[in-house]
């Protein structure tokens, strides 16, 4: 089929493979790109439409009156950015090829899609500032620090600090000042404000991945080699959008965003890089001392600012909303009562919130740069243009000369004497911190290990001058990378996907040791069967497993808020986020720490441990039967691949599952389950059911980079009649991998779409 594309350079094709990737040859890289834009909307073009909405703060008009909440609060956080006026960046060229390409998909359309007629709304164009939007948004959901500070500051001031200080990854003596200096307006924070970071909206609110990479002398091949696989919610589409682009000797494969000009992850015949979440706390919580329209400063009062943002909804009345800003940032309060979620009548304390990229403005041609990047040194250029970065990520880039570069990517504060921990005094100067230079967040260049790595931890560690993780996840998956890294002299790239399918679980095995000996000494015959089990359980997170029939769901059981709450009786004890990092470092042997106050209410752990393990015992009896030979970790935890629109027959026929599948949170196969958990079940109900883990695997060496060790969790496609939605998930659910094919003699064609210029 031939295509026309105005300002295309000279003609260029589209060949789809056999597995679904498109490959664009083209003479420059602009046509490249255009292709990849055509591509992105032939593919995902619901997807891209939709992600817009979310980022520009109109997803009400487009969804309905469910997404007021969500629009009010990114648009009084300025997460769009602003329609106009977009700072130039040098990536800019290629923001507009894309663009260019995707418009002439939009263009070209001759009936709606079926999403459009289901949502009865109408594709449009895209432009310069929904690239920039894609971006910030990218930012804003991925790790909402700002709760933790919120529920812990309030715990801290009510209960004191000791019981907690511990438990977060930094906590200073002046973070302590701070709790006994506001103490008053911290046991009052209105705790409804957690609403406000997790409406009810189908976006994810977190994610993670894994990363590493290694220099050609711990390589079998002799050249640098990288591993990469981000997690990601699992469902159709898949969240990225995977293309191979070719312009001459150049060649460049990745995983980008529908909609978005660059790859979050790919490499190149010069380059590799993977990305993980960064956990990176970009949030401050600002305790403001009022006085009717005027806030307290350390050099007098300061009249608030007030802005109207006017929401339009899908069949309903716009709604507008008063927004009021201090110079740190948007007053929570009455963003609440405007949005009709509280009634708090606290006139004299209020709490700002600051992000650090809501007065940061951004280019649509961040980023745009990072895969023409022919060294790590100007990869790390082209990720802090402007010293401007709008992602929240850890990254990992290596060349060919096996020059290795691991960065925190991000645009942060750079706090001094507090941590960010806790929420801070509005009225204090020295709070109002200046952002990061991008020399301050290379972290790590040529290790003297051979190898970098990262999986959502603490990445900074003692490398860096001020505090960037307050609430990191638990350090297991990358504890286990470092120790299967320092295994071997020599590493190839089986060893690289072995390594991706791992399920050992290093925080069970840290756990076990004291959970067995608090349940052997149970009175209970069932917990001490229990214990029994555990003990046999080699940590593995295997579909075969018995073992792990009992402790992921003992940890699904949040014992730990049950004990926290016995002791405190604090009912904001159960309004910690889930998953929350303060909880993450609550493991059993840090309650048994004797410099802790925990540690005076012993009897009650373990008799809440025991309790909690029998209810357990109970609950999988029910799923699995009474016979412990017979349960297997897979029968509870299975997954189920399922499109936006199941319930209309169009996308029903797409779904996969419910399957077993292995892994945990903490295991380096990742898989993150919810549900109600065994027991008593609706017919095809899952137990566990596996919502969230890698969104591909892929395995690339620099010395051979025109092929590839690769799997997508579902497909490419993102059609209602495409072939590509879900012919990779029986590979990667069996944890296998194709060969990716970059080579265009090589390619089983599928498809080939021939495109030329609008004279």
Known sequence: MKHKITGADAPFEIVWDRLGIPHVYASTVADAYRGMGYAAGYERLWQIHLSCAYANGEAAALLGERFIRQDAFQRAFNVHGGLTDLPASDGDWIADAYLEGLNAYVISLDEIPPEFAHAEAEPREFNRADIAARHRFTSWFQHKSWTEKLVLGRLMATHGVDYFSDHVLHFSDEDRDLIHELNEPLRNLDPKMIELAYPDVNVPSFSGSNNWAVTGELSSSGKPMLATDPHQPHGLP???????????SWNAFGAAF????????????EIAWGLTTGCVDCYDLFIEEMNADQYRTQSGWKSLETRIETIEVKGKSSQEITIQTTHHGVLLEPLMKELGMSSSKNEQYQTSLYWSLQNVATSAGALALLPTARSAREFGEFLFENEVCPLVNNIICVDKESQLERYIATTTPVRKGVTGSVPLAGWIDKYDFLLAKPEQLLVEKNPSSGFALTANNDTMGEKGEFYIHNFPAHSARADRIRELLSQKKKFSVEDFCSMQLDLYDLRAHDVLPDLIKILQAS????????????????????AESRGACLYY???????????????????????LPLGAPGLNRFDISSFMNPETNWIDHEELLKATIQEEMRKVVDRVKLSLGSDYSKWRWGNLHKIEFRHGLNNYPTWEKLKKGPDEIGGSPTTLRMAVHMGKGPGKAKENEVPCRVFHGPAFRLVV???DPQHAKFVIAGGNGGRADSNFSMNQYATW???????????????????????????
């Open 733 to 759: 659910l069996k944890g296998e991998y194709f060969t990716l094919n970059l080579k265009k003699e090589e390619i089983d064609e599928h498809t080939v779409w021939q495109f030329e210029k609008i004279h």
């Open 701 to 703: 060496d620099l010395a």
């Open 553 to 575: 769901p003992f940890l699904d059981r949040f014992w730990q808020r049950k004990y926290m709450y016995r002791v405190l009786k604090d009912e904001l004890i159960n309004l």
């Open 523 to 542: 009175k209970d015959k069932e917990v001490r069967l229990a214990s029994k089990l555990l003990d046999e359980w080699d940590c593995c997170a295997s």
């Open 238 to 248: 898949n969240t990225f959008f995977y293309v191979h682009l070719n312009a001459g």
């Open 258 to 269: 529908p909609g978005v000009p660059y790859f979050m992850m790919g490499y190149t015949s």
